[in-house]
């Protein structure tokens, strides 16, 4: 599935968009991680929570929880929300 | 940290060689939006700027790896991102991330796990243990590395201990920008000799590699009211040991400025010989590389709210040559008045020339040295975002 990348994880992809595949978002998250190692862990803690300042859409619609099924036409939208100066 | 196991030198003592004076010093410099690198000439005279790099990356700590001399670890992350440290071999050149960066331990499932906001310290192992790390972490996390800074795993048994979990405190206990474990110093005579502080949470030492760890309190004072026995009340600014001397440590507290002389476990409060007016309140601890009676501090206003500006608006440097009995006044350079800016706890090193090169970074991004101890300070950088940090290493 389509998923589009923040500026800020750029660094990784080298490209505002990429594709991942998974049956949920965190298989999803999981593949984004083995093409481009260490992405999932500025997204995602240790914990296996979003991290405060990170959003992900998934066909317009914000998602919280990791084990959200998804389906290969569904396009994930991943957000940083910035805050202060 | 270095680790240099010379003897104290004579504080009047004459440069032992003239090599020694001609090498260069890097400055490394760790802010809020990124971090820069300053190239200085033999003589300490003219700086060259290399960066920023990482450009609105919050960096914590920039250290370079004294044991080959090309190793930098940077402990970044930034608004939104997750920590992370990223890896250089070749002075800052080139740039890898860690492949596993400090990180706690994964709990069960139903409960609250702790994750790391920031890494906080950095400190490179002991040189008979070359590719050895240690972190520090916000909130307070131990961790180490056996490959370089590559990976990252936690350390010892504190990060989970029940006793230690409690002394550690919440979110709500730490310093404004989260609890952080810190000066992590690893006695350069013994690589399982350790030593580490929390703020808040005390200074703890361990003498078996991190099998065990035990706080070290008696003497400290903690704030009015509360109890000085309980190590959660404890908050340790910034920890260094000499050098030229493993067995003393100096401290600057919360609660003022503390000498420690191994073997005994008792703090001596030499910060009441500061200058009443100016008192013993400050973030930063520099050591001598040569001479362990000397160190400096940089006081800043504890009072009343705590602005945690210089007193007065009057930066200065604090000396003392005799371990504390007296200091002196260093400012020469500094601004005479309307300077409300201060230095954290990292920001302030000394490099192991001869005389001693000290340096500075503000809370108001300017970079401060001084090429004689002290006497004499210059401003070589200015506009750059908060310093965070300061480290300077000698290149061979």
């Given at each position: 599935m389509k998923v589009l990348i923040p500026s800020a994880l750029r660094s990784y992809t080298e490209q505002s968009e990429t594709e991942a595949s998974g049956a949920t978002l965190a298989a999803v998250?999981?593949?984004?991680?083995?093409?481009?190692?260490?992405?999932?862990?500025?997204?995602?803690?240790?914990?296996?929570?979003?991290?405060?300042?990170?959003?992900?859409f998934v066909d317009g619609k914000q998602v919280r929880d990791l084990s959200q099924p998804l389906r290969a036409t569904d396009e994930v939208v991943i957000v940083q929300a910035l805050s202060g100066g | 940290m270095a680790h240099n196991s010379r003897k104290p030198?004579?504080?009047?003592?004459?440069?032992?060689?003239?090599?020694?004076?001609?090498?260069?010093?890097?400055v490394m410099v760790a802010t809020r939006k990124g971090a820069w690198l300053y190239h200085g000439d033999a003589a300490r005279k003219t700086w060259r700027a290399d960066g920023p790099h990482f450009l609105g990356h919050i960096l914590n700590h920039l250290v370079l790896d004294p044991r080959d001399g090309r190793t930098l670890l940077a402990a970044a992350k930034t608004g939104h991102l997750g920590p992370t440290v990223f890896r250089s071999t070749d002075r800052g050149r080139t740039w890898k991330e860690a492949a596993r960066p400090p990180a706690f331990a994964k709990t069960a499932e139903g409960k609250e796990g702790r994750a790391v906001d920031h890494t906080f310290w950095l400190t490179p192992g002991h040189a008979d243990q070359p590719?050895?790390?240690?972190?520090?972490?916000?909130?307070?996390?131990?961790?180490?590395?056996?490959?370089?800074?590559?990976?990252w795993d936690p350390f010892s048994r504190i990060n989970d201990d029940p006793q230690y979990r409690k002394w550690m405190g919440t979110v709500q206990d730490g310093t404004p920008d989260g609890p952080k474990l810190h000066s992590?110093?690893?006695?350069?005579?013994?690589?399982?000799?350790?030593?580490?502080?929390m703020s808040g949470g005390g200074v703890h030492e361990s003498v078996d590699g991190g099998q065990s760890w035990a706080p070290i309190l008696k003497g400290l004072e903690v704030v009015e009211g509360f109890d000085p026995a309980e190590a959660t009340f404890?908050?340790?600014?910034?920890?260094?040991?000499?050098?030229?001397?493993?067995?003393?440590l100096y401290q600057q507290n919360h609660c003022g400025i503390y000498r420690l002389d191994r073997p005994s476990d008792h703090w001596v409060r030499v910060g009441k010989s500061m200058p009443k007016q100016i008192g013993d309140i400050g973030f930063p601890m520099v050591v001598h590389p040569r001479d362990a009676d000397t160190v400096w501090v940089f006081p800043m206003d504890g009072t009343s709210v705590w602005p945690r500006t210089s007193p007065e608006g009057k930066p200065a440097v604090y000396?003392?040559?005799?371990?504390?009995?007296?200091?002196?006044?260093?400012?020469?350079?500094?601004?005479?008045?309307?300077?409300?800016?201060?230095?954290?706890?990292?920001?302030?090193?000394?490099?192991?020339?001869?005389?001693?090169?000290?340096?500075?970074?503000t809370t108001s991004g300017e970079l401060w040295t001084s090429r004689?101890?002290?006497r004499r300070w210059t401003c070589i950088a200015q506009h750059l975002p908060e310093i965070y940090a300061v480290e300077a290493a000698e290149l061979a």
């Open positions: 998250l999981a593949d984004l991680d083995r093409r481009y190692a260490g992405i999932r862990f500025r997204m995602v803690d240790e914990q296996d929570r979003i991290r405060p300042h990170i959003r992900i | 030198a004579e504080r009047t003592q004459q440069p032992t060689a003239r090599a020694r004076r001609a090498r260069r010093v890097l590719d050895v790390w240690y972190a520090g972490t916000s909130p307070q996390g131990l961790f180490r590395s056996e490959d370089g800074g590559v990976t992590i110093i690893v006695d350069p005579r013994a690589a399982a000799h350790l030593y580490f502080g404890h908050d340790p600014h910034c920890i260094r040991l000499c050098p030229s001397n493993p067995d003393r000396a003392t040559h005799n371990a504390g009995k007296t200091w002196r006044r260093l400012a020469d350079g500094l601004p005479g008045k309307q300077a409300w800016w201060t230095v954290k706890r990292q920001a302030m090193t000394a490099d192991a020339s001869d005389p001693v090169g000290l340096y500075l970074g004689d101890e002290g």
